[in-house]
Nanobody
Framework: QVQLVESGGGLVQIGGSLRLSCAASGRTFSSYAMGWFRQAPRKEREFVATISRSGSITSYADSVKGRFTISRDNSKNTVYLQLNSLKPEDTAVYYC????????????????WGQGTQVTVSS
């Protein structure tokens, strides 16, 4: 069983930055690829970014390319999402998740999910 805890969300202005963290339980963290998803009010959950178990492969949704960066520190059992140049449409609850795939942008490929952290972008 894997437990994930997100943190780092908050209220930021348009154009601002934020770094989200996701701490995972277990000593086998490096065996899993990870992903970030988000869900805005009245919208479907959408893929944001994914990273392979070693960190060598990353993939991003088109909507965040060039603005967000996913990374991981396996020694700390933690995956990060750096959010830059934030826009109002980035407002959502952000979730991290674990997959046994190499990388994946499909929510159904993920086996474990955190509780989420709120990101709000306003003027």
């Amino acid at each position: 069983q894997v437990q994930l805890v997100e943190s780092g969300g908050g209220l930021v202005q348009i154009g601002g930055s934020l770094r989200l963290s996701c701490a995972a339980s277990g000593r086998t963290f490096s065996s899993y690829a990870m992903g970030w998803f988000r869900q805005a009010p009245r919208k479907e959950r959408e893929f944001v970014a994914t990273i392979s178990r070693s960190g060598s492969i990353t993939s991003y949704a088109d909507s965040v390319k060039g603005r967000f960066t996913i990374s991981r520190d396996n020694s700390k059992n933690t995956v990060y999402l750096q959010l830059n140049s934030l826009k109002p449409e980035d407002t959502a609850v952000y979730y991290c998740a674990v997959t046994q795939r190499v990388v994946s942008g499909v929510a159904l490929d993920y086996d474990y999910w955190g509780q989420g952290t709120q990101v709000t972008v306003s003027s």
